[in-house]
């Protein structure tokens, strides 16, 4: 599968903003879908996370309450509304696909990324 982000750029603190991650092929349903982000000096980090039917999801500690993923299983597409943006969201946001559907937290059980996207909140 190919996954390409879009919809970042610059926001003012208490903005939103929302991202999407279209997916190529027929098989996106199959997926676990998430996004992470990667500020610079940074590791990268999980933000959400989405099941197969999109009827379980999960969030860091950080974003809980801010931020919402869902998926269009028609449209093929993932996404992250973002709501009440901080200057420390500002980072590279990625989607990632999970084929082996093993989920969780780690970058390392994601095997598809996107390119990222950049997303930059102002103080």
């Known amino acids: 599968v190919q996954l390409q982000a879009s919809g970042g750029g610059l926001v003012q603190t208490g903005g939103s903003l929302r991202l999407s991650c279209a997916a190529s092929?027929?098989?996106?349903?199959?997926?676990?879908m998430g996004w992470f982000r990667q500020a610079p000096g940074k590791e990268r980090e999980f933000v959400a996370g989405?099941?197969?039917?999109?009827?379980?999801?999960g969030y860091s500690d950080s974003v809980k309450g801010r931020f919402t993923i869902s998926r269009d299983i028609g449209k093929n597409t993932a996404y992250l509304q973002m709501n009440s943006l901080k200057p420390e969201d500002t980072a590279l946001y990625y989607c990632?696909?999970?084929?082996?559907?093993?989920?969780?937290?780690?970058?390392?059980?994601?095997?598809?990324w996107g390119q990222g996207t950049q997303v930059t909140v102002s103080s």
């Open positions: 990632a696909a999970d084929s082996r559907l093993i989920g969780g937290q780690s970058p390392s059980r994601y095997d598809y």
């Open positions: 989405i099941n197969r039917s999109g009827g379980v999801t």
């Open positions: 092929g027929r098989t996106f349903s199959t997926y676990i």
